[in-house]
């Protein structure tokens, strides 16, 4: 990616060409625009800096704050710290009659390790523990705020003896959570108590144990001179270490120190934990603060996006912050909790829907550095060979329902528990075999967003390779000439099919894709034949009248939450409504699908939101975005099922995302889904595919202008929706030669650097970037009253 030049052009914001310009104009409603406030731009790169005064991201973030005017009683309804590894939710200590604060400690490395068991057993995601604030009086109200700007929770929580002022965060790049209490003199006897949990699978309160299986000893509480550790061992060998340090300075302001630890199979969480936390301790809060606020700061300014909708808004900038605050690009993938460890069924990554839904956010809104799906696939490659059977492994690979941070499984170990890979034709296992192709499609996104070859080189095609090979061993021809699939199992809808639609819409991305890369590559694969082969003989997808079957002989005739049956429309854009009767059919099965009440969930209104967004419905997309958040989002945005689950409101910010922009097929189209409502949109820094960052502006429900710049050079189509005749200038108000290709598309040749600015013919309008003003109020997210 290109690097924000130094080279600034200061501008006023009205020639074509010139630098773009942030604005204050506040985000709330019946509040007047401020004057724009220009930052140091490069006119010819278009990336920002932030300038030393108020600028565009800290008005919407201010704005997207949660608020706490009521105690939180959940999980689903209290703040969240963390950093991708250690996590906190706080909230009021369950119980009668307890009056104390919960913050939470848990931390994704931290796990069981016997295979023998499973992956929802023997590998899964252990509980730690908890911290109870507990003040001298009874607890009479709260005043809390989750600053998204410094990723901080700040307020106050009010007694019968007094107040308590406390200040939360988790540090961004270390494995600690500090809190600050000031005290009033009536609660200078508060105290902290840690407690810590049992650590046993959380799914042992959900389903029946596995033979053999029992839980790990309990914790030792150890002390360390002037540090506290509760020491976890575990039966398969290794620990997980909770180490405190309380410290008191200046105003009587206590500040604990937590830090936690894994290691295995050795003993060394002890001593990392230990030193850890007398590190963070001997800086007072504020000093360890700065590089964390700093490090916030810089990413929420990689790019920017405004909407009419004032409550939409808060959730997308939300979003980002969830998203940073559960993943990194070296932490585990998130698993369905992320860092977090609540009471679930469901201790573990879960691979048929979960985990690409959880990362498709990172893409448009410039965040690669979180992308750990890439990471992982290619750094446990050989796990992969190893979870399809024996016969299999020379050539093939695959990905389980569920496995731990390391893609363990268990399945194939002397005791078999856990969910395998299954094999076509065969049940038990569940024949759910096209999980891995599906999680190569967000490594192969990463690879278009960026343009980066080692992506495609290093890891989306060897894997691919290995994912289309496995579908290859079981493709037989039928009486009609095509390649069939015996019957493997669409997820979750309880019947295996053969031709099933989730395997053969991912097997046909994936020869196009391969075939693809190796041009791109410049390789003559020997199996490129047999790629161009499946693509012409393989099986067309099973249609009824009501739209896209599961598979040849099962329609869809139930309520079901996933759309696997339609991943040919979304995500994969294979299937996008180029013809009528294409068109017809998407919008017969997506209507068919939605029909079914009773099995819905969340995730099932980000689809059809998408797929929407895919036919240009915005205000159908609006509206079933609208219906998750009143039927599902809960007040602090997480999303519950049997247990906590962290895909659902991500996705709901890439249909918002898919609103905004769509870059499949070659085109970046602005503005392609947008609610007949939202009069104004904004983008600043939205990442396309071809390596773009695409910058846009709606006024008065027309496009006034579009930018884009490119990273790599590659081709430049873009449906920018200005109608009649456009100009298109370069970074120094240019005329730059460009190809009309109709429907408001152009072909602009573009080099690696280069931007582009299109306006209709003979306008100039104002590059200002800032917040559009809501239609109409809306609370906050939290408790607000």
């Known amino acids: 990616m290109v690097s924000p030049s130094r080279r600034s052009v200061l501008a006023g914001g009205t020639a074509v060409g010139s630098a773009l310009v942030v604005g204050g104009a506040a985000s709330l409603p019946a509040q007047p625009a401020a004057a724009s406030v220009p930052i140091e731009a490069d006119a010819a790169v278009g990336a920002v800096s932030a300038g030393p005064r108020e600028d565009i991201w800290r008005t919407v973030l201010d704005d997207a704050d949660l608020v706490w005017k009521r105690m939180p009683q959940t999980w689903y309804e209290g703040p969240f710290l963390g950093n991708g590894y250690l996590g906190s939710g706080i909230y009021a200590e369950p119980g009668l009659g307890a009056n104390a604060v919960r913050f939470n400690v848990q931390h994704s490395e931290v796990q069981d390790h ?4 499973g992956s929802l057993f023997g590998l899964a995601r252990l509980p730690i523990g908890h911290f109870t604030l507990e003040p001298v ?18 307020g106050t929580l009010t007694t019968t003896a007094g107040t308590l002022r406390l200040r939360a965060f988790v540090h961004t790049s270390a494995s600690v959570l500090a809190v600050e209490v000031t005290p009033s003199e009536g ?21 029946p144990l596995p033979d053999g299986y029992q839980g790990n000893p309990p914790a030792v509480i150890e ?43 050795k003993t060394t969480a002890r001593d990392r934990a230990l030193k850890t936390v007398r590190g963070a301790s001997a800086v007072s809060y504020d000093v360890l603060a700065l590089p964390h606020r700093l490090w916030w700061q810089r990413f929420y300014r990689k790019s920017f996006l405004s909407v009419p909708d004032a409550r939409l808004q808060r959730f997308h900038w939300i979003q980002l912050y969830k998203t940073a605050s559960a993943a990194r690009r070296d932490a585990p993938v998130m698993a369905t909790c992320g860092p977090w460890l609540e009471s679930t069924p469901w201790p573990a990554t879960w691979w048929n829907l979960n985990v690409q839904l959880e990362y498709w956010l990172i893409h448009g809104s410039n965040h690669l550095e979180l992308d750990a799906v890439t990471r992982a696939l290619g750094e446990f490659r050989e796990q992969l060979t190893a979870e399809v059977a024996p016969a299999y492994r020379g050539d093939s690979a695959g990905v389980p329902r569920t496995t731990d941070m390391r893609l363990r499984n268990g399945f194939h170990t002397p005791t078999g528990n856990g969910y395998g890979v299954g094999v076509p034709g065969r049940n038990p296992p569940t024949p759910e075999v096209g999980n891995l192709t599906w999680a190569l499609h967000n490594v192969w996104l990463s690879y278009r967003h960026t343009m980066d070859e080692s992506i495609l080189r290093d890891t989306l095609f060897p894997l691919l390779r290995k994912a289309v090979n496995y579908y290859l061993h079981f493709l037989t021809p039928g ?22 639609n989730y395997d053969l819409m991912l097997l046909r991305w994936g020869c196009r894709t391969l075939l693809e890369s190796a041009r791109e590559l410049g390789l003559d694969d020997p199996l490129a034949a ?27 005739a139930k309520s079901h939450r996933h759309y696997s049956h339609l991943l040919a429309v979304y995500p994969l854009y294979e299937i996008t409504g180029r013809t009528p009767e294409e068109r017809a059919l998407i919008e017969t099965s997506l209507d068919h699908w939605v029909s079914f009440e009773g099995a819905l969930q969340g995730y099932t209104f980000t689809g059809a939101a998408s797929m929407s967004a895919l036919l240009g419905k915005g205000d159908d997309a609006l509206a079933y975005l609208g219906e998750l958040m009143r039927r599902f989002i809960q007040a602090n945005t997480m999303y ?41 949109v904004t983008v600043h820094d939205f990442r396309t595919q071809g390596a773009f960052l695409l910058s846009a502006v709606r006024e008065a429900g027309a496009t006034r202008w579009v930018r884009l710049v490119s990273e790599a050079g590659a081709p430049c189509v873009v449906r920018h929706g200005i109608a009649g005749a456009v100009d298109v200038r370069d970074g120094r108000g240019r005329p730059l030669r460009y190809e009309e290709l109709g429907d408001e598309t152009v072909r602009i040749p573009l080099d690696r650097g280069d931007s582009a600015l299109i306006t209709a013919r003979g306008d100039r309008p104002d590059l200002t970037v800032r917040p559009v003003t809501p239609n109409e109020p809306a609370a906050p997210w939290g408790l607000p009253g």
């Open 187 to 207: 609660e200078h006897g508060f105290r902290w108590v840690f407690r810590p949990g049992e650590a046993i699978s959380p799914r042992a309160a959900f389903r």
């Open 640 to 680: 519950k099922e049997s247990g906590p689950v962290i895909e659902t409101p991500l996705s709901a910010a890439q249909s918002l995302h898919d609103m905004v922009c769509q870059s499949w097929g070659g085109t970046v189209r602005v503005f392609p889904a947008i609610p007949a409502v939202w009069r104004d």
């Open 479 to 500: 009486a009609d000439g095509r390649l069939h699939l015996p019957a493997t199992f669409s997820p979750e809808y309880g019947v295996d099919a053969p031709d099933c």
């Open 530 to 556: 047999r790629w161009q082969e499946v693509l012409g003989r393989l099986a067309p997808y099973p249609v009824d009248a009501n739209g896209y079957m599961i598979g040849a002989g099962v329609p869809f």
């Open 137 to 154: 009086g009874t607890i009479t109200a709260v005043d809390w705020r989750l600053r998204l700007r410094d990723a901080e929770l700040t």
């Open 223 to 265: 002390q360390h001179d002037d540090a506290t550790a509760a020491v976890q061992p575990l039966l398969a060998g290794g620990q997980h270490v909770t180490a405190w340090r309380e410290t008191t300075r200046g105003q009587g302001r206590r500040t604990l120190y937590v830090s936690v630890a894994h290691s295995f199979p």
């Open 114 to 117: 016997r295979p023998e068991f």
